[in-house]
């Protein structure tokens, strides 16, 4: 009698833990899933009359988890350079529905200049899309340049999207 009490409260601890979990797309289950990694680094110019301004910035390294019930995951950077020019990245990632295990990036650049970070004095924009097959990384740049008159304030952004596709079921 002892023992069957025993094993009716585990079973009981097991549905008590189901049900608090902490939402339904944990509970779901994962048939296969997606690990998209992003990394790189930035070089930005500040033109100055005498002297410009000019860095190199590591990414810092992102992961975003797709899965059938969360197909699109984004990610965003933002830098500063010589106090005046602000530079924001937007990346997601996104399934292809009709082709299982690849990924479509989109990654858009933008570039402020004013005098101090942040700013919202929109200069230039830059973007691209592009694929990623299965278990590939891709290495990309993206170039924003401040398109404002005379200016030669750019950023270039180098970076790496890894895919790693697993079947789980
Ligand atoms: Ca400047
Ligand atoms: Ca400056
Ligand atoms: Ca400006």
């Known amino acids: ?3 069957l009490s025993v094993r009716a409260g585990l ?3 097991a549905v008590v833990s189901l049900l608090g979990a902490p939402s339904a797309a944990s509970a779901a289950p994962i048939n296969d899933f997606h690990d998209v990694t992003i990394n790189g ?3 930005i110019k500040d033109d100055e ?3 410009d301004d000019i860095d190199n ?5 992102e992961t975003l988890r797709l899965l059938d019930t969360v197909p ?3 990610a965003a950077w933002s830098w500063c350079q010589g106090d005046e020019v602000y530079v924001e990245l937007h990346m997601d990632a996104s399934r292809i529905a009709d082709r299982p295990g690849w990924v479509k990036i989109n990654a858009k ?3 402020y200049e004013m005098w101090d970070c942040p700013n919202d004095d929109h200069d ?3 973007s691209m899309s592009f694929e990623v097959p299965p278990n590939t990384s891709v290495n990309k740049m993206l170039r924003v340049d401040n398109h404002e008159k005379g200016s030669e304030d750019y950023a270039e952004i180098h970076f790496t999207v890894a895919s790693y596709f697993t079947k789980t079921g």
Do not use: N, S
């Open 1 to 3: 009698m002892r023992r």
């Open 11 to 13: 079973v009981l601890a």
């Open 41 to 43: 680094w930035v070089h």
């Open 49 to 51: 009359r005498h002297h």
């Open 57 to 61: 910035y590591d990414m810092h390294v």
């Open 72 to 74: 699109k995951q984004w």
């Open 109 to 111: 650049a933008d570039l």
């Open 124 to 126: 230039g924009t830059a």
